[in-house]
């Protein structure tokens, strides 16, 4: 129930292209759905977060998709970059708890 | 993120030594959380701080591993007795108060190796 599943657990993809990176949760008391992004020899950073009352968020190139009922959401990467090639960790937690509840992480890798 | 100053950022340790990994949150932040990353994985909740008092300490082995957060000065990660399965990336974070992730700002992390 506390689980966060991330898939693929690595993905390549061309300069130019659209990455596509999902998570499935099964606690519906989660009400907040960060994504973080991590530089190797880095901490985690905050990319884009989402709460259940939207369907979909956009910050740049970077869109979160949210579905309630499926109990799933995906980060989208628009016009993907060498330089977004990093791990991406979705997380989820309630908004009175501290505890974020981590993926596995997706190592992405944007091929010029 | 200059904000979460974490050192030393690479340990070496021999089996059996003590490990001290330090943390000194954002300013004017007065609450730490320390997680482990373990190669290839996420990050794992260990322990959540606030000055002088220990929040949660859920995520913690029950032996060898302790956390501290002062009055005055960084927190501090210790673990004794050093095992080759402590070898981890440490990461500590902080926020103004409690709540939801995304008041949450990470440090760069310790790299502990254990030989």
């Given at each position: 129930?506390?689980?966060?599943?991330?898939?693929?657990?690595?993905?390549?993809?061309?300069?130019?292209?659209?990455?596509?990176?999902?998570?499935?949760?099964?606690?519906?008391?989660?009400?907040?759905?960060?994504?973080?992004?991590?530089?190797?020899?880095?901490g985690p950073?905050?990319?884009?977060?989402?709460?259940?009352?939207?369907?979909?968020?956009?910050?740049?190139?970077?869109?979160?998709?949210?579905?309630?009922?499926?109990?799933?959401?995906?980060?989208?990467?628009?016009?993907?970059?060498?330089?977004?090639?990093?791990?991406?960790?979705?997380?989820?937690?309630?908004?009175?708890?501290?505890?974020?509840?981590?993926?596995?992480?997706?190592?992405?890798?944007?091929?010029? | 993120?200059?904000?979460v100053?974490?050192?030393?950022?690479?340990?070496?340790?021999?089996?059996?030594?003590?490990?001290?990994?330090?943390c000194?949150p954002?300013?004017?932040?007065?609450h730490v959380y320390w997680y482990?990353?373990?190669?290839?994985?996420?990050?794992?909740?260990?322990?959540?701080?606030?000055?002088?008092?220990?929040?949660?300490?859920?995520?913690?082995?029950?032996?060898?591993?302790?956390?501290?957060?002062?009055?005055?000065?960084?927190?501090?990660?210790?673990?004794?007795?050093?095992?080759?399965?402590?070898?981890?990336?440490?990461f500590c974070a902080s926020s103004?108060?409690?709540?939801?992730?995304?008041?949450i700002y990470f440090g760069?992390?310790?790299?502990?190796?254990?030989?």
């Open positions: 129930q506390q689980q966060v599943k991330q898939s693929p657990q690595s993905l390549i993809v061309q300069k130019g292209g659209i990455s596509i990176i999902n998570c499935a949760y099964e606690n519906t008391a989660f009400d907040y759905f960060p994504w973080y992004q991590q530089f190797p020899g880095k950073a905050l990319l884009i977060a989402i709460r259940p009352d939207v369907s979909e968020k956009k910050e740049g190139r970077f869109t979160i998709s949210f579905n309630k009922s499926a109990k799933q959401f995906s980060l989208h990467i628009m016009d993907s970059q060498p330089g977004d090639s990093a791990t991406y960790f979705c997380a989820a937690n309630r908004d009175s708890n501290y505890q974020l509840i981590w993926g596995a992480g997706t190592k992405l890798i944007i091929k010029p | 993120n200059a904000g100053m974490q050192n030393p950022r690479h340990l070496v340790r021999r089996r059996g030594q003590e490990a001290r990994l330090r000194s954002m300013k004017g932040h007065s482990r990353q373990l190669p290839e994985e996420g990050l794992k909740f260990m322990v959540y701080l606030q000055k002088e008092n220990i929040i949660d300490e859920s995520g913690m082995p029950k032996e060898r591993f302790s956390a501290e957060f002062p009055k005055e000065g960084p927190s501090i990660l210790r673990i004794q007795q050093v095992v080759r399965g402590d070898s981890a990336a440490y103004p108060k409690d709540g939801s992730g995304n008041t760069e992390g310790s790299w502990l190796t254990v030989v």
